[in-house]
């Protein structure tokens, strides 16, 4: 199909579908200001409770430190939640259960919530069934679970807002790169001011397992380059570009 068929069919349907294969394009871009979080209220709240279940956890091995350090390490896992949450207003996020935060999260390719889903029934099971917590070994296990939880979702306090993609050279033009440009909105969640100048191999009039749905506006094409603007509506898409953009932020 010649890249004036494309167009037409394009202009006629108003989508297209954008290779985002996370190989082809490279990142740059910026998180929302404000400092990295840490010093907001449950910045501060997570920080605490992670940094008393160390405590507790390296200074006795008896019963009650290891059950004290166990609902510390969940008080700090639920500040970073509820904080996460608040930025990335992960309710709205294109997932399944989206009111499960560390499930929402794992479907970002944020983290892997087996662990951490292992402490929270752990510290229900200590508090409200009276059982004891596991050895001092296995609760250090968990404190260091906690660690890289806090640690790896430490850069997501500040998420990303706008971001630019750069990929390979345009055919038949002077410009050097392909470019994708878009705003992310979080509350409400959006993704937006979609903007594309793309050489015609990675655009489609059609379908393609694995690429983006864009509803289109201004679309122009010229010498097999095409530049356009839209709106990234379609769920599979929203998350498929959520994705990828946290993988390049992290």
Request: charged content about 25%.
């Amino acid at each position: 199909m010649t890249s004036t068929c494309i167009l037409v069919i394009m202009q006629i349907d108003g989508k297209a579908w954008i290779c985002i294969d996370r190989d082809v394009w490279s990142f740059s871009g910026g998180g929302k200001p404000g400092g990295d979080g840490r010093t907001d209220p449950l910045g501060i709240r997570a920080s605490k409770a992670y940094l008393h279940a160390v405590h507790r956890l390296s200074s006795d091995t008896g019963l009650y430190n290891r059950i004290d350090g166990i609902l510390a390490l969940k008080r700090a896992m639920r500040a970073r939640l509820e904080h996460l949450a608040e930025e990335l207003n992960l309710r709205a996020m294109p997932v399944d259960d989206a009111g499960n935060w560390l499930n929402t999260l794992e479907q970002l390719g944020i983290i892997r919530q087996r662990m951490l889903r292992k402490l929270n029934k752990l510290r229900n099971s200590v508090e409200h069934d009276d059982a004891e917590p596991p050895d001092w070994e296995q609760c250090s296990d968990l404190e260091e679970v906690l660690w890289y939880f806090l640690k790896v979702t430490e850069s997501y306090l500040r998420p990303p807002v706008d971001l630019e993609l750069e990929g390979p050279p345009l055919a038949n033009s002077t410009d050097n790169d392909s470019h994708l440009g878009y705003k992310v909105s979080y509350t409400p969640f959006a993704i937006e001011a979609f903007s594309v100048r793309i050489n015609g191999d990675l655009t489609s009039a059609s379908p393609v397992k694995g690429w983006i749905e864009v509803r289109l506006q201004n679309i122009e094409e010229r010498e097999g380059i095409y530049k356009f603007q839209g709106d990234v509506v379609d769920v599979p898409s929203q998350l498929a570009v959520m994705k990828m953009l946290f993988e390049k932020f992290s």
